[in-house]
Nanobody
Framework: QVQLVESGGGLVQAGGSLRLSCAAS????????MGWFRQAPGKEREFVAV????????NYKDSVKGRFVISRDNAKNTVYLQMNSLKPEDTAVYYC????????????????WGQGTQVTVSS
């Protein structure tokens, strides 16, 4: 069982930055692909960024490429999402998710989820 706890959300003005963190329990963190997903009010949960267990492979939603960076520190069992040049349309609850093995982009491939952290970008 893997438990995930997100932190770092908040209210920021458009153009600002936030860094989300997700701390994972367990001793085999490197075996888990990790992802960040988000859900805006009235919308389905969507992929934002994913990273392989080693950190060697990353992928991003097109609308965040060049603005967001996903990374991980396997020694600290933590994955990060650095969000720069934030836009009002980035407003959502952001969720950290994990799965054993290969990285995927789809919500239903991930078995473990955090409780979510709210990110609000004002215009």
């Amino acid at each position: 069982q893997v438990q995930l706890v997100e932190s770092g959300g908040g209210l920021v003005q458009a153009g600002g930055s936030l860094r989300l963190s997700c701390a994972a329990s367990g001793r085999t963190f490197i075996n888990y692909a990790m992802g960040w997903f988000r859900q805006a009010p009235g919308k389905e949960r969507e992929f934002v960024a994913v990273i392989s267990g080693s950190g060697g492979t990353t992928n991003y939603k097109d609308s965040v490429k060049g603005r967001f960076v996903i990374s991980r520190d396997n020694a600290k069992n933590t994955v990060y999402l650095q969000m720069n040049s934030l836009k009002p349309e980035d407003t959502a609850v952001y969720y950290c998710a994990g799965r054993f093995g290969a990285v995927f982009f789809t919500v239903n491939k991930y078995d473990y989820w955090g409780q979510g952290t709210q990110v609000t970008v004002s215009s």
